[in-house]
């Protein structure tokens, strides 16, 4: 193999997930650039493959990287993995990619596994145009924000969520998205394997029935096809957003944006 950088996608829960063209690179590469050395090497083991590995994770990416950058420009070939699915994505690696770029090192992609992909096509939702949009923000002000901004997309979104919070998520997409129809993929790949499908009120109140929410979580929102007008009164949606934690500057900017006006029009007919 040359002294490239291989962008090498692994499985996601199923071990079986994988293309003989990543484990041929997995088995050639000089050094597996890999998140967890630990979660790597199960994947390593399982099928027969002895190679030098080292962390590369959020901790150490601007360090590693230029060590790495040094070893290829040596001649050395690096695989880089995250700990599931494609590298990246959510993950670490852009320090190192844009370092391999700017040192004049090939860059090829070994596609595979993405939990991405996997959710949005077994989802029954529109596939013509989504947008990944990786985990929103942790708390609820932010996060209403975020929805309000994304509330008239056209496509379909897509977002990680960790379990302890996807209660708190939906609370919040039902009050800003109300009944647009929303799928939650768990443990894609894996023994658990599960699609719930409903609103966002109806599958908050599913998960809030079970004794606790565990593994891995891609949230996926349908397209707003025929966005109805908000008849909400400016001054009560204004308020509604001030009560999720928005100031009132941000909250009149977004609900002028949502309704077309520019902020100045919100703001004197508020007053």
């Known amino acids: 193999m040359s002294k490239d950088l291989y962008i090498v996608a692994t499985p996601i829960g199923n071990l079986e997930d ?18 967890d050395t630990r979660q790597t090497r199960k994947l390593l083991d399982h099928y027969g493959i002895a190679k030098p590995v080292t962390s590369y994770h959020d901790h150490n990416e601007a360090e590693r990287a230029a060590e790495l950058i ?12 995250s700990d ?38 077994a989802a029954g939702l529109a596939t013509d145009s ?25 496509g379909t979104l897509v977002f990680y969520e960790a379990p302890h ?3 708190e998520t939906l609370e919040d997409i039902a009050a800003v998205m109300r009944t647009r129809p929303i799928v939650i993929a768990r443990e894609l790949t894996k023994l658990h394997e ?11 109140a599913t998960l809030a029935a079970r004794p606790s929410v565990k593994g891995e979580i891609t949230l996926l929102i349908g ?49």
Do not use: N
Request: glycine share 8%; proline share 6%; net charge positive.
């Open 70 to 81: 040094e070893r290829m420009e040596r001649g050395e070939s690096i695989a880089l993995v």
């Open 223 to 271: 397209k707003a096809e025929h966005p109805e007008p908000d008849a909400t009164p400016l001054e009560e949606a204004i308020r509604a957003l001030e009560a999720g934690g928005v100031s009132r500057m941000d909250a009149i900017k977004q609900v002028a944006k949502a309704r077309g006006l520019s902020k100045r029009e919100v703001y004197k007919l508020t007053l």
């Open 18 to 35: 994988i293309t003989l063209r990543a484990l041929r690179v997995l088995r050639e590469a000089d050094l597996i650039a890999c998140e």
């Open 194 to 204: 599960e699609f719930l499908r409903g609103t966002a009120e109806e599958l908050r």
């Open 130 to 154: 989504f947008r990944f949009c990786g985990f929103l923000p942790p708390k609820t002000s932010q996060r209403r924000k975020v929805l309000e901004e994304w509330k008239q997309e056209s």
């Open 84 to 121: 599931a699915g494609t590298p990246l994505i959510s993950d670490p690696g852009y320090r190192l990619v844009a370092a391999a770029i700017a040192a004049g090192i090939t860059v090829v992609p070994i596609p595979g596994p993405s939990a991405v992909m996997g959710a949005l096509v």
């Open 165 to 167: 919070r996807i209660l």
